[in-house]
């Protein structure tokens, strides 16, 4: 079944607490994405991946890292020196060929308590 | 830069017909036009490429102006399934989407 996992749907954690999302792809894409929705804000940029151990900052990085040692795998952690971290966490991928579409895995609603 | 999206929520009965609007101040090589239901991820409905224009579905269609740097998505005979947040996003050349804030869609019976 080919796709974008995001695990899990629902997360809680205290305050303080980092905390890691997970997003995990099989489409064969090169380039993954990590956006942050907040209301009313639309989606906004965090890192992006365009290879394998290669990532750069969007436009919101404080706060977050990431890795991508793995092309299929490219987890995004939650510091505690991000300020307000509960949000809609949605990932993305696209293949390096083709029209440039971003395809969106179901997201993460992370609740900081 | 954040492109524009207009308006910012509209309302329709079932039938009607819509218009969003989304500009750049920047000059856009692509726009990618999707809708997001409440809870949702966002999906693709389709992108208009600089010298071109792409219809994705057979009742929502969109124009690209390059000169302008403005992209409207046309909707048809609305259905209630075409409820949602439709976003639009832009970038130039090889760079990561850069999405509007979103247009809030009800349709209503």
């Known amino acids: 079944d080919g796709g974008i996992t995001q695990s899990p749907k629902y997360l809680f954690r205290k305050e303080g607490q980092n905390v890691t999302l997970s997003c995990e792809q099989n489409l064969n894409h090169d380039a993954m994405y990590w956006y942050r929705q907040d209301p009313g804000q639309g989606l906004r940029l965090i890192y992006y991946s365009q290879i394998v151990n290669d990532f750069q900052k969007g436009d919101i990085a404080e706060g977050y890292s990431v890795s991508r040692e793995k092309k299929e795998s490219f987890p995004l952690t939650v510091t505690s020196a991000q300020k307000n971290p509960t949000a809609f966490y949605l990932c993305?991928?696209?293949?390096?060929?083709?029209?440039?579409?971003?395809?969106f895995g179901p997201g993460t609603r992370l609740t900081v308590l | 830069q954040q492109p524009v999206q207009s308006p910012q929520a509209v309302i329709l009965r079932e039938g009607e017909d819509a218009v969003i609007n989304c500009s750049s101040s920047?000059?856009?090589?692509?726009v990618h036009w999707y809708r997001q239901k409440h809870g949702e991820a966002p999906v693709f409905l389709m992108i208009?490429?600089?010298?071109?224009e792409q219809k994705g579905h057979e009742k929502i269609s969109a124009s690209f102006n390059e000169k302008k740097q403005q992209s409207s998505l046309y909707l048809t005979a609305s259905q209630l399934s075409y409820s949602g947040t439709y976003f639009c996003?832009?970038?130039?050349?090889?760079?990561?989407?850069?999405f509007g804030k979103g247009t809030r869609l009800s349709v209503i019976a």
């Open positions: 993305a991928t696209k293949s390096s060929g083709g029209t440039d579409t971003q395809y």
């Open positions: 208009l490429l600089k010298g071109g």
């Open positions: 996003g832009s970038n130039s050349g090889n760079t990561p989407l850069v």
């Open positions: 920047k000059a856009l090589y692509s």
